[in-house]
């Protein structure tokens, strides 16, 4: 090993790895499953009246006015941006943890702006020093690129089955998702409370992806750092948010996270060295955009009755809505493989998400993303009437 002169870990010497096999980052991944749709979206695409696509949940509403007014008006920015953001995007985050979300906790100074929460999922246990050796949990049905971040920073992904807890031993982080992608699920206040104690005991950094929590249907959510399930501290815990959905804010990538304040300033450190840093410009547009609740309200409410009409076409050709009860999904089934549900939503020029991309679990569901124009819905529930 050669000598460090700075105070970091020394580097390996050259000579340490003569002999061995070189390994590309991609061995560690599994094959993207969305490779795997491509032939059904051709089918669904051949429709004489075109494809209604449902397996990706992208908005495809307009950006709210005010936010794109913010973001113009922040155009000029000739500067490098600060990767902790600006003090007034943090405070308007923290005033809506408040406001909408009942964190009375929250502090500016542990909130910290992030280029779209995929990218944190993905980098967050190679950023926080995990690797060969330590074990990542994450709900056994979900969203995939928490597997993927765990086998990025070389160390063990875990499924863990709804409902129960996982051995402790070697497990340095877990993941929550409520409400749930893909089947909308909702962690009841007490499920939640009783995951932050065991991951307290077993000193286990807890990270809850709460991207959904604004566009609950039929139960409300509740966040990891409400005071009703972590007490007055956020100690080993940290909350995972996006603007993507709810304010129609994908291609901004525009999200924070926030929580244990020792946990934020590693993150910081590791991130400043690395100039993860959300543009200027997006972080004016994320000042608006949290600040603001009635153009959160309005595209809601356009989720609802897109989420109706589809839902009682679903139910009427035969379909089981499982879950559900939150998010921008409907978690489908009719008992086959969700490989022949998808075969034949494409010959009906509907594409769906089949449920094993997210897990073994869901392997005889599918996901439809209501995220579609209300013209493509209406297309995709006549097919359904039409059996």
């Not at 669904?44 to 950006?63: E, K």
């Not at 995990?130 to 499924?159: E, K, Q």
Request: net charge negative; hydrophobic share 40%.
């Amino acid at each position: 090993m050669t000598a460090s002169h700075n105070g970091a870990r020394p580097l390996p010497d050259p000579a340490d790895a003569r002999g061995r096999e070189a390994r590309r980052v991609t061995d560690l991944l599994p094959v993207f499953p969305w490779d795997r749709l491509e032939p059904f979206g051709a089918s669904a695409r051949a429709h004489p009246d075109g494809v209604v696509d449902l397996s990706v949940g992208t908005p495809v509403d307009p950006t709210p006015e005010l936010i794109r007014a913010a973001l113009c008006a922040a155009a000029d920015a000739p500067g490098y941006p600060t990767v902790f953001g600006k003090p007034e995007l943090r405070e308007s985050i923290v005033g809506w943890l408040r406001r909408r979300l009942g964190v009375t906790g929250a502090s500016a100074d542990a909130v910290l702006p992030v280029m779209g929460t995929k990218e944190l999922v993905a980098a967050l246990p190679n950023q926080l020093g995990l690797g060969p050796g330590d074990i990542v949990a994450h709900p056994a049905l979900a969203y995939p690129t928490y597997d993927v971040g765990a086998r990025l920073a070389g160390a063990t992904p875990l499924p863990v089955v709804d409902g129960t807890l996982p051995d402790p031993a070697g497990v340095r982080m877990i993941w929550l998702n409520s409400p749930g992608n893909p089947h909308g699920a909702v962690r009841t206040l007490e499920q939640t409370r009783e995951i932050v104690a065991w991951a307290r005991a077993h000193d286990v950094l807890l990270v809850s992806d709460e991207c959904y929590i604004e566009l609950c249907w039929d139960t409300q959510a509740v966040s990891v750092l409400h005071p009703d399930v972590c007490g007055d501290s956020h100690r080993g815990l940290l909350a995972v948010h996006s603007l993507s959905k709810r304010s129609n804010l994908a291609g901004y990538r525009a999200g924070f996270v926030t929580g244990d304040p020792s946990v934020i300033r590693e993150l910081l450190a590791v991130r400043k060295h690395s100039g993860h840093i959300v543009p200027g410009p997006v972080q004016a547009a994320m000042t608006v955009a949290f600040a603001d609740d009635e153009h959160v309200a309005e595209q809601k409410a356009r989720y609802a009755a897109r989420r109706a009409a589809l839902r009682g076409a679903l139910e009427s050709a035969g379909f089981r809505i499982e879950h559900s009860q939150a998010s921008l999904y409907l978690w489908a089934t009719r008992d086959e493989d969700c490989w022949d549900t998808v075969a034949w939503f494409a010959e009906r020029g509907i594409l769906v998400a089949p449920g094993d991309f997210y897990g073994p679990l869901g392997g005889r569901h599918v996901r439809l993303a209501f995220t579609a124009t209300d013209e493509r819905v209406a297309a995709g529930v006549k097919r359904l009437h039409e059996g």
